[in-house]
């Protein structure tokens, strides 16, 4: 599951500081406002990459997910975009957790078996 989040979680900083880049020819937006937000919206992303398999990281990782959505109101592709990953985080997160059960079925088969099995 880690993997596929963080994979998730990389791609939204990158698109986070694009919007950044856009938000910025708003000329109702103060740029230090826009680098505020980015910069939080972007640190918190690469932060929640190494706290994805701790207690609260995949719910903080949704909040995130809230919040790149709800930034369509200043910037309006930015709902499409939210919805975008947040369709993308839940699949990181399903398929993630499916794929760990089946690592872990398959390296109990394997330890198991024991070296005598071969």
Do not use: N
């Not at 919007?19 to 929640?48: F, H, I, P, Y």
């Not at 990459?49 to 997910?65: K, N, S």
């Not at 919040?67 to 369709?87: K, Q």
């Not at 398929?95 to 198991?112: F, L, M, N, P, T």
Request: glycine fraction near 12%.
């Amino acid at each position: 599951m880690r993997t596929l989040c963080a994979s998730t979680l990389i791609g939204e900083f990158f698109v986070i500081g694009f919007a950044g880049l856009v938000a910025m020819k708003d000329e109702t937006l103060a740029m230090s406002t826009v680098w505020t937000v980015c910069g939080v919206a972007m640190l918190l992303s690469l932060l929640l990459c190494g706290m994805i398999t701790r207690p609260g990281g995949v719910q903080l990782g949704w909040a995130l997910q809230l919040a790149l959505v709800a930034s369509g109101f200043v910037l309006p592709v930015m709902f499409v975009l939210g919805i975008l990953f947040a369709v993308l985080w839940w699949c990181s997160v399903h398929y993630g957790r499916r794929i760990d059960e089946v690592k872990a079925r398959w390296a109990e088969s394997q330890g198991s078996a024991g070296p005598d099995a071969a």
